[in-house]
T-cell receptor, first 112, second 111 residues
């Protein structure tokens, strides 16, 4: 059974710092991996999707990497801003038409 | 850009009452999903739906839950007799190719 773990559970950093959020999964036979952002009490915003054949994806200040064989992904946020404060969720897709399995998230707080 | 929409955004109900949560998936999508997130916990899969039938359901999705696509555009989740532990945010999603698109959620509070 696939399990997705995110470390740390919470993180506070000063504005302007670069930071890394970690995600690990137990079954490496994934179809793709996705990072989401969730603001308090709100829905899920997809940030980056990495196919199993890819190593990384970039969007603006965000870079997500995938090491499928070791069951790890990282989300790198450059030059953090207070507006980046949110919970970041990692989720894996085992098959193209299948459900998504989520981690519990990392709650990020950027200090002004 | 097309979006998945959900109504209502919030619903408060008494324990034992029936609730219907509504979703309008993106129009050319063929796979539909319901997930839920209890406060402070993971987003959990409930059910997937394709070709007018359930393709997979989780252990959470017991006989109290049902899904329907009544008119080719709406996708509904019904909870027949709500329990306190059904209080959660419920997300609908639809899929096109490798990407699932999520709606904004319905926050359900069972008193």
């Amino acid at each position: 059974k696939q399990e997705v773990t995110q470390i740390p559970a919470a993180l506070s950093v000063p504005e302007g710092e670069n930071l890394v959020l970690n995600c690990s999964f137990t079954d490496s036979a994934i179809y793709n991996l996705q990072w989401f952002r969730q603001d308090p009490g709100k829905g899920l915003t997809s940030l980056l999707l990495i196919q199993s054949s890819q190593r990384e994806q970039t969007s603006g200040r965000l870079n997500a990497s995938l090491d499928k064989s070791s069951g790890r992904s990282t989300l790198y946020i450059a030059a953090s801003q207070p507006g980046d404060s949110a919970t970041y969720l990692c989720a894996v897709d085992m098959n193209r038409d299948d459900k998504i399995i989520f981690g519990k998230g990392t709650r990020l707080h950027i200090l002004p | 850009e097309p979006e998945v929409t959900q109504t209502p955004s919030h619903q408060v109900t008494q324990m034992g009452q029936e609730v219907i949560l509504r979703c309008v998936p993106i129009s050319n999508h063929l796979y539909f999903y319901w997930y839920r997130q209890i406060l402070g916990q993971k987003v959990e899969f409930l059910v997937s739906f394709y070709n007018n039938e359930i393709s997979e359901k989780s252990e959470i999705f017991d006989d109290q839950f049902s899904v329907e696509r009544p008119d080719g555009s709406n996708f509904t989740l019904k909870i027949r007799s709500t329990k306190l532990e059904d209080s959660a945010m419920y997300f609908c999603a639809s899929r096109f190719r490798e990407t699932q698109y999520f709606g904004p959620g319905t926050r359900l509070l069972v008193l």
